[in-house]
C-alpha cells in the first residue's frame, strides 16, 4: 500500500463529520440462531470533508490535494479533532505518556488499547 507522508489540510478537516466505524457480519443460520463476524481488529475511520469547504480556493485546495494522492491511490495523515490526544481533551497528557513514540489509549472500562503513533516534532539541530 502506498502512503504519503503529509497531513490533509487542517482548515479543511476541522468541519469535516464522521469518525470511526466498525464492520460486523450477521449470518442467520438455518435454525433462526445468528454468527458475528468482526473481520478488522479495530475501528476505522471514515470523515466526509465536505463540510469544510467555505469558498472556492477551498475547493481549488481539496482537488489539489486529491489529485497529488493520485485519487484513492495512495493514503495521507488525517487529523481527527476528536481523538487527536492520548487523554480526555480536558486533560493533560501525563510525562511518562509524553516520551513515548506510541501511546496506548484505553476506551472506557473496556480492556480494549488501541495503540496510537505519537507525532513527532522537531525543532531543529540534528
Known amino acids: 500500500m502506498a502512503f504519503h507522508e503529509v497531513r490533509f489540510p487542517a482548515t479543511l478537516s476541522f468541519g469535516a463529520s464522521g469518525g470511526p466505524e466498525r464492520r460486523v457480519e450477521i449470518v442467520t443460520l438455518a435454525n433462526g440462531f445468528e454468527e458475528r463476524n468482526a473481520p478488522w481488529a479495530h475501528a476505522r475511520r471514515r470523515y466526509d470533508a465536505g463540510l469544510g469547504l467555505r469558498s472556492l480556493d477551498d475547493l481549488h485546495d481539496i482537488t ?50 488501541r495503540p496510537t503513533p505519537r507525532a513527532e516534532s522537531h525543532t531543529g539541530g540534528p
Open 64 to 113: 489539489a490535494f486529491f489529485e497529488a494522492r493520485g485519487g484513492q491511490l495512495h493514503g495521507f495523515r488525517w487529523k481527527d479533532w476528536s481523538d487527536f490526544r492520548s487523554c480526555a481533551p480536558s486533560a493533560t497528557p501525563a510525562p511518562s505518556t509524553r516520551r513515548s513514540r506510541w501511546a496506548t489509549r484505553r476506551r472506557g472500562a473496556s480492556s480494549f488499547a
